[in-house]
């Protein structure tokens, strides 16, 4: 079992910045596959990053191609902990953003049914 808790959102002006974080429980972190997504309003919950264990001491980082270059995932499996840097924000990144784990020793396809496990979410605004 791995039990997510997501912090860090709140209400940003446009081109503004926000680092959300992730704490795990568990004491295997480190082989577990870590995403953020995100849901806006009437929209479905879509992919944002994540990192994928590749059974050695390597990990992939993934981004949707509309955070590239803004968005940043960085890991510290000694805290048990993924945060996402997000700057230059858009009023297009307000969302609800989850942290969701699964475990599967490669790299995973980032589909919200990929995932075995998620936090509640922290809310993200970007105004105008």
């Known amino acids: 079992q791995v039990q997510l808790v997501e912090s860090g959102g709140g209400l940003v002006q446009a081109g503004g910045s926000l680092r959300l974080s992730c704490v795990a429980s568990?004491?295997?972190?480190?082989?577990?596959?870590v995403g953020w997504f995100r849901q806006a309003p009437g929209k479905e919950r879509e992919f944002v990053a994540g990192t994928s264990w590749n059974g050695g001491s390597t990990y992939y980082t993934d981004y949707a191609d509309s955070v590239k270059g803004r968005f940043f995932m960085f890991r510290d499996n000694s805290k048990n902990t993924v945060l996402l840097q997000m700057n230059s924000l858009k009023p297009d990144d307000t969302a609800v953003y989850y942290c969701?784990?699964?475990?599967?020793?490669?790299?995973?396809?980032?589909?919200?049914?990929?995932?075995?496990?998620w936090g509640k979410g922290t809310l993200v605004t970007v105004s105008s």
């Open positions: 568990g004491r295997t972190f480190s082989v577990y596959n």
């Open positions: 969701a784990a699964t475990y599967s020793g490669t790299r995973t396809n980032w589909g919200t049914n990929d995932m075995d496990y």
